[in-house]
């Protein structure tokens, strides 16, 4: 186990390894997306309240649910960087910034979008909405945070603090349906009880909810993949593989 967490400390390794990993994850996570998505779209049957309209759910859910993994991928990957230096770690961290950023867009649009038809509005400033906006800041965030500073760093410092403080909202925007009152629905997946959704319209959103982390971990790879690339361009095994692809 620790052999293997310290050959994650090395760019090449994690560079060759990752890729013998992404052509069969990328093939999973498009027979993922595009079986949750037919299923959920085409075949799951209408709400008997919000009829169609609630099929916004099978991409609402997933991007908000993988947002907050994103999140503390980033913090973890944040507290790795600064405990024990491992620059693979603040790579990661780097990386997970826009990708988050972009998932969490993603379940504020779509969340929006099911909003008008449900509520009679596009936005409310909802417990559980406004603590995703503050989290999509925090994102913005950390991606300026690091473009400030000229000392790379340093910026990789300040980004691993401004994530492990920003870890507080995670259980916010969890909890906040049940904290304070709101318009938003509660949970309908829990661990703990018997999900409150009907199975034909249940399974297509844990296909799509699989997909959307599938998605996400091809997306940090290939992320990782191409900082690794420009931070290293310069050592002998980039130059080697640039050569190999040319010739």
């Known amino acids: 186990m620790w052999q293997f967490f310290h050959k994650l400390g090395s760019p090449r390794w994690f560079y060759e390894i990752s890729g ?15 079986t949750g998505a037919v299923w959920g779209l085409a075949y799951a049957p209408p709400d008997f309240k919000q009829g169609n309209s609630f099929r916004i759910i099978y991409f609402h859910v997933p991007a908000s649910a993988v947002s907050m993994a994103c999140y503390m991928v980033m913090a973890m990957a944040g507290a790795v960087s600064l405990i024990w230096r491992m620059k693979l770690a603040e790579v990661v961290m780097k990386c997970c910034a826009p ?49 400030a500073f ?8 300040a980004c691993a603090v401004l994530s492990l403080v920003g870890c507080v ?28 959704m009907h199975p034909d319209m249940l399974q297509p959103l844990l296909v799509m909810i699989a997909g959307f982390y599938c998605f996400f971990a091809v997306a940090l ?5 191409s900082e690794i690339l ?13 050569e190999k692809s040319v010739g």
């Open 169 to 196: 909202n995670i259980p916010i925007i969890y909890w906040s349906v049940e904290w304070w009152y709101s318009l938003h629905q509660p949970a309908t997946i829990k661990f703990t009880e018997q999900s409150s």
């Open 99 to 147: 990708i988050g950023a972009s998932i969490t867009f993603i379940a504020l649009v779509s969340g929006a979008i099911w909003g008008k038809p449900t509520w009679g509005t596009w936005w409310v400033w909802d417990a559980r909405i406004t603590s995703v906006l503050v989290l999509f800041f925090l994102y913005l965030g950390v991606l300026a945070l690091y473009e």
């Open 150 to 157: 000229d000392n790379k760093e340093a910026a990789g410092k």
């Open 20 to 34: 013998r990993w992404l052509p069969w994850l990328a093939l999973l996570t498009a027979a993922l997306l595009l």
């Open 230 to 242: 420009f931070r290293e361009r310069n050592t002998k095994w980039v130059r080697a593989l640039v």
């Open 221 to 225: 790879l290939l992320y990782t993949r």
